[in-house]
């Protein structure tokens, strides 16, 4: 959890995490129903790898930049707003189950098997025993927002936002490169773990991504200035969550 927040927190730095995010977006047409499903299918594939409350930061407020650029910025009264933030909330908390990555409640749960089993559990088995079950609880979930979704149609200057956006972000960045391959191999690592459990068996997931995010205090921009500093970090921790748990 440490790990992954401080990876996250880098993204956040960098802007790789708006980058993708608006890339994504950038796809999307004005209907509502496209809308919807890019949302709330984009919230739950980012969640089901980043905790469900960065997903959820990210994507809102990226909505709400797009729904007063297309005139709906009113989303106590509005029609098409709420049901957007809907699809990301909901999107998100959808995503936390698919994989153990998802949120801390995940890993919590995968060291109570641990405790019970006495054995190292392979976050493989995580994903093909929830993917059914995930793909039912997605297509219910989507096919609820489209039907109180209905009645609205387009949503005008939608797309023309986030091409704007996207097109408005200066060329990718060598520490935005190097954020996001970071959290690549970690998860690559953490998902390919019965390849090494025999030779390395003390590398575990959690470690894994200490490593990759204590990396990220050694990265650099173009002036050579280290991305984060502890200070930044220590601010930005999701401290309350940690004595929670």
């Known amino acids: ?17 708006k ?7 950038s ?14 299918l984009a919230a739950t594939i980012l969640s089901s790898v980043l905790p ?12 709400i930049s797009m729904l007063k650029f297309a005139g709906q910025g009113d989303l106590k009264n509005g029609s098409v707003g709420p049901i957007i933030m809907l699809a990301i909330v909901w999107g998100a ?17 995968v060291s109570y098997i641990e405790e019970l089993t006495n054995s190292e559990f392979i976050y493989t088995d995580w994903v093909v025993q929830l993917f059914p079950f995930g793909l039912v609880v997605t297509i219910i979930t989507l096919l609820f927002l489209f039907f109180i979704a209905k009645g609205q149609k387009t949503l ?32 690559a690592l953490s998902f390919t773990r019965q ?15 200490l490593i990759f995010g204590l990396l990220m205090f050694f990265i650099k921009d173009k002036e050579k200035k280290r991305i ?18």
């Open 19 to 25: 980058r993708i995010a608006a890339y994504v977006l």
């Open 93 to 109: 908390n959808n995503g936390g189950m698919l994989t153990p990555l998802g949120g801390s409640m995940n890993l919590i749960t």
């Open 52 to 63: 469900n409350t960065v997903v959820a930061a990210i994507m809102c407020s990226i909505a």
């Open 195 to 209: 390849l090494y459990q025999s030779f390395l068996p003390d590398l575990k997931p959690g470690f894994i991504f």
């Open 156 to 187: 005008p200057g939608s797309r023309q936002y986030f091409k704007n956006l996207y097109e408005s972000m200066p060329p990718i960045r060598r520490e935005e490169v190097l954020s996001l391959i970071a959290f690549i191999f970690a998860a």
């Open 228 to 245: 984060l500093s502890w200070e930044h970090v220590e601010k930005n921790m999701m401290w309350g969550l940690f004595f929670l748990l």
């Open 27 to 40: 796809w999307v047409g004005t209907s509502v129903r496209q809308q919807i499903a890019v949302w709330f």
């Open 1 to 17: 959890l440490a790990g992954s927040n401080i990876i996250a927190i880098a993204w956040e730095v960098t802007g790789v995490d």
